[in-house]
């Protein structure tokens, strides 16, 4: 169990080290020129209620690239994707999830509220192997509430640049990323990269996938120390 925690908390920083971004390429979604004349504050008003609208649409796009779990399969169709859980895995309860949410946010600066309007990261779904400590984890940004547009390539590049910087705190390591390439899961083409991370004689690899859909980035991330192992999860994918 403390093996699955210790991956699970790396998985967390990589996440959180990837999203945070140079305030100079941070934008706002609302720009107000502040002017004396009626017709310009009208014009305010105006653009103030299509923002409000946009969130709402945010807020509900959300709820709508959810998944479930029914009968050892996780399912999301806004994704269009199916996981087969193996036989004696766990799966992460929705408040252990909600917590993930709330570290990541609390690293980006989304908010310190898992609650709260603004809320950019979503952790779907989690299973690990109590034995031994393989783990999947599948979330996804929105990307309009992080204010980064991205393209899949362009994520998984922010993923790569920052994964040596997330393993610092760890002490003495050594971290590869390979270069990002198009790698299928099912039948789906996504943006891949892996990371290896070294540790005394332990070396900790992940494989990290991510695919865009409208406004949502979708990441799924295996972790293990074997890559067959590894290879026989990417292969429940559908």
Sequence with gaps: MKRTLFILCILSLLLAACR?????????????VENETETETETEEITETQTESQTETEIASSDMARGTVDKNVYKNTFFDIEFSIPEGWMTAS???????????????????????????????FMASDPGSGDNVIMGFDDLYVGG???????????????APDAYKSMGNVDVSVTEPEIKKLGDKDYQFIKVSVKVDDQELLQHEYCRKEENMMLFIIFTGTDEERISGIEALIR
Aim: aromatic share 8%; proline share 2%; hydrophobic share 25%.
């Design 94 to 124: 929705q408040e252990e999830l909600t917590y993930l949410e709330k570290e990541s946010d609390i690293e980006t600066g989304s908010s310190d509220d898992p609650n709260a309007d603004g809320k950019m990261t979503f952790y779907d």
């Design 148 to 162: 980064f547009d991205a393209s899949a390539l362009e994520y998984i590049n922010q993923v790569k640049e920052k």
């Design 20 to 32: 945070n971004k140079d305030e100079e390429t941070e934008t706002s979604s609302i720009s107000v």
